[in-house]
């Protein structure tokens, strides 16, 4: 086993109603088109003696090294569009843990390059911490922003403290970076994974200064919500970002393992007017948001060894005068708004309100329509495959330069790295993605679909 039972990522279980046959692959719901895969990771390096160089000094351990995340930047180039991946340094080895899909191809499959540089990767133990340490998610927003939070971590040792670092997609320069205070970690417990930014003055009217975002804190069950226009940020906690013990074992293709991580994925409801959505029952006795709450929105978050779907609103989480006097303060204030069968991973909704999300028992990708109450009767089963949707740790929902929404998926097997069972002669890695109009056969929402 390469890399330590806490790290956090979603798991897809066996299901009968997904069969493999003769080596055929069967799929149910829509079929995800593939985008690129690999047997093992390797890089684009400076010249062929620089890679055996890293190799001899293991700073490169190709088996080491697991894709987690991708993002896709549409827009700062109209002639290409760049794929974005993140390979966390769970462990020793990976010589980038932030990069893009060259158009080079090595042995295992495309190779991955340092983003924006290798420079700034290339000494991630650097006391000054100046560099990339340790990336597990990012996001693309809509001011054409790549938003990361940067561990600081190897393993389980602390570097550096975390960062919150913004990359201008048209120049690749970092244009804002901030130091999460030490005050507001755990401890060297701490581990910030999944990011999500929530920009309140977008284009074509905005200027893109008043963005909040939200780091989830996998180990330290907690969220982290830094004001950018401010440059403040604080922590805020709750019973429901806890891992539950009772779902803290999972089984994938008849392979188990225990993690025991807490709050990792959240996303956001749409911006639109109350009078064209609506929560029913999604949140407390309140079924709508009212004109007072025209800019407020939810948000969904979920603990990996948990079966719970949450939501609190955002206008709670941004009072940080309440957080920090008491990083535990308004406990009702976050309310379950259903369950599922089984554990979830991350999870992303489009414009429409369809949440997105893996479930755990089933090898598949669901949907649920926010405007419906949070529980499996509700939930649309969009594409299962045994094979290629095994364990998704990075999903996305991304516009198109045609303006249309595209479900994105990476699946990385990571059962079988926690059994020490992956075979690197075999497909491990995919990143797949369809179009949501086709995804939901031209319906708006999931329920729409059936």
Known sequence: MIIRSY???AGLAVTARCILVKAQQYTLGKELKRVSQWNSLDFVFSSPVE???????????PENCVPLDMDVDYNSNLMRSRVFVTVPRFIEGIPATLTTISSHVGAGGPLLEPYPNAAIQSNPE??????????????????NRLWIADTGKIGDRRICLPKIVAFDLRTDQIIHRYEIPAAQLVCD??????????VR??????SCSRTMIYV?????????????????????TNRLMNPNPDYGTFTIANESFDLMDGMLTMALSPKIPASD??????????????SALFKDRLLFFHALASISENAVRTSVLHNDTMWEQDVGAMPR??????RRTTQSAPEAMDSNGNLFFGLLSQTSIACWDATTNYNPHNFRIVSQNLETLQFPSGLKVIRNRKGIEELWVLTCRFQKIMTGSLNFNETNFRIQAIQIPELLDGARTCKGSR
Do not use: H, Q
């Open 7 to 9: 790290l956090l990522l």
């Open 51 to 61: 890679r055996e160089n890293a190799l001899a000094t293991r700073r490169f351990i």
């Open 126 to 143: 650097d006391s000054r911490c100046n560099g990339i340490v340790s990336v597990f998610r990012t996001m693309i927003d809509d001011c």
């Open 189 to 198: 417990l701490s581990l910030l994974v999944s990011i999500l930014v929530d």
């Open 201 to 206: 003055d977008p284009p074509p009217l905005g």
């Open 216 to 236: 989830a804190d996998v180990t330290g069950s907690g969220l982290i919500v830094y004001d950018m226009s401010r440059g403040k940020s604080w922590r805020v």
């Open 277 to 290: 959505f609506t929560f029913n029952s999604a949140y407390g006795s309140s079924n709508s948001f009212n």
């Open 333 to 338: 204030a976050f309310r379950v708004i259903g």
